[in-house]
């Protein structure tokens, strides 16, 4: 990409979206693209086909998503899948035909299958069953990664789709009920005076967990590296126990109370951490920390949420 290149941005306000509009800004960018959820409905084809045509768009960043924890997942499956399918087949199929000259999309971990040899390289895609409580998701990544494979194969489009571990940082869903695990625990700390917190699950499973300015830097290393609908899966190659998690969002916090476990609710998949020599090999690396990381969260929650 040049400086002057046309970039757009799709989910621009969400956790992925803003930060790698912050990362195109702080490289000098000066064309990027971004338009409201109000203005611009991208489940709706006639819209995105007309959104497309009217602005002069080269680079697509795809971080458009409905998304949610565990809880999200299960209670809105059908909107999980249906409202990411659209939104990926009106962005992927509008690039083609305004000729884009690179596409990526992003996914997540969740679309390997629950118990894929660890650590998962991009090749257990489809070799076994997904994790129910994230099923709807999956289903509807692992569609826009097949639909970006068969029309690089058939036309030559150029994309590639990355799958990174569990994200978290600034303008994240901090939600009491459809965030993920980390947002809901800075969240149930800061709140939680001298009460107990309690958590789900019993705390034995290990993720990785990565800032997401990391991945937006990663974005701007694979678009400029990869072209051929490649699949690459990005990660901090940080693997923590929920437990031990909860225990140093609690520090961070400066929570004093006792953590509980509510061993009736889901863990999830027992253990998942990703393969990313694809990427390392040509010599990404991630910069931040687990610990940094959580800290410069809990900052930005406390200055901002509301």
Same mark, same amino acid.
């Given at each position: 990409?040049?400086?002057?290149?046309?970039?757009?941005?799709?989910?621009?306000?969400?956790?992925?979206?803003?930060?790698?509009?912050?990362?195109?800004?702080?490289?000098?960018?000066?064309?990027?693209?971004?338009?409201? !959820?109000?203005?611009?409905?991208?489940?709706?084809?006639?819209?995105? &086909?007309?959104?497309?045509?009217?602005?002069?768009?080269?680079?697509?960043?795809?971080?458009?998503? =409905?998304?949610?924890?565990?809880? &999200?997942?299960? @209670?809105?499956?059908?909107?999980?899948?249906?409202?990411?399918?659209?939104?990926?087949?009106?962005?992927?199929?509008?690039?083609? =035909?305004?000729?884009?000259?690179? +596409?990526?999309?992003?996914?997540?971990?969740?679309?390997?299958?629950? +118990?894929?040899?660890?650590?998962? #390289?991009?090749?257990?895609?489809?070799?076994?069953?997904?994790?129910?409580?994230?099923?709807?998701?999956?289903? &509807? #990544?692992?569609?826009?990664?097949?639909?970006?494979?068969?029309?690089?194969?058939?036309?030559?489009? =150029?994309?590639?789709?990355?799958?990174?571990?569990?994200?978290?940082?600034?303008?994240?869903?901090?939600?009491?009920?459809?965030?993920?695990?980390?947002?809901? *625990?800075?969240?149930?700390?800061?709140? &939680?005076?001298?009460?107990?917190?309690?958590?789900?699950?019993?705390?034995?499973?290990?993720?990785?967990?990565?800032?997401?300015?990391?991945?937006?830097?990663?974005?701007?290393?694979?678009?400029?590296?990869?072209?051929?609908?490649?699949?690459?899966?990005?990660?901090?190659?940080?693997?923590? !126990?929920?437990?031990?998690?909860?225990?140093?969002?609690? !520090?961070?916090?400066?929570?004093?109370?006792?953590?509980?476990?509510?061993?009736?609710?889901?863990?999830?998949?027992?253990? @998942?951490? *990703?393969?990313?020599?694809?990427?390392?090999? *040509?010599?990404? @690396?991630?910069?931040?920390?687990?610990?940094?990381? *959580?800290?410069?969260?809990?900052?930005?929650? !406390?200055?901002?949420? =509301?």
């Amino acid at each position: 990409m040049e400086k002057d290149s046309y970039i757009y941005v799709s989910g621009h306000n969400g956790l992925v979206g803003s930060a790698i509009v912050r990362k195109l800004r702080y490289e000098g960018f000066e064309n990027i693209i971004t338009v409201s !959820k109000a203005d611009l409905d991208l489940t709706n084809t006639n819209e995105v &086909a007309r959104f497309f045509s009217k602005n002069k768009i080269e680079y697509v960043f795809d971080a458009a998503a =409905k998304v949610g924890g565990i809880y &999200a997942n299960d @209670r809105y499956s059908a909107e999980f899948i249906y409202q990411n399918t659209m939104i990926q087949n009106n962005l992927i199929n509008s690039s083609f =035909k305004n000729n884009i000259k690179k +596409f990526l999309f992003l996914g997540s971990v969740c679309i390997y299958p629950k +118990f894929a040899p660890t650590p998962v #390289k991009e090749e257990s895609l489809l070799c076994g069953e997904l994790e129910p409580t994230n099923e709807a998701y999956a289903i &509807a #990544k692992i569609h826009g990664i097949h639909l970006l494979k068969a029309y690089n194969k058939q036309y030559g489009f =150029k994309c590639v789709s990355l799958m990174p571990c569990n994200l978290y940082g600034p303008n994240d869903n901090f939600h009491p009920l459809n965030s993920h695990v980390i947002p809901a *625990l800075i969240r149930k700390f800061h709140f &939680a005076g001298d009460g107990p917190v309690e958590c789900w699950g019993d705390g034995s499973p290990s993720r990785e967990f990565m800032y997401v300015d990391d991945l937006a830097d990663a974005c701007l290393f694979s678009i400029s590296n990869f072209q051929d609908a490649e699949l690459v899966n990005i990660s901090s190659g940080e693997n923590i !126990k929920i437990k031990d998690l909860a225990e140093s969002i609690s !520090k961070i916090t400066g929570y004093k109370g006792s953590i509980t476990w509510d061993k009736t609710k889901p863990n999830g998949t027992p253990d @998942r951490p *990703l393969d990313c020599s694809r990427i390392s090999s *040509l010599g990404w @690396r991630p910069k931040y920390t687990l610990q940094k990381g *959580l800290e410069e969260s809990y900052k930005w929650f !406390k200055e901002n949420y =509301k």
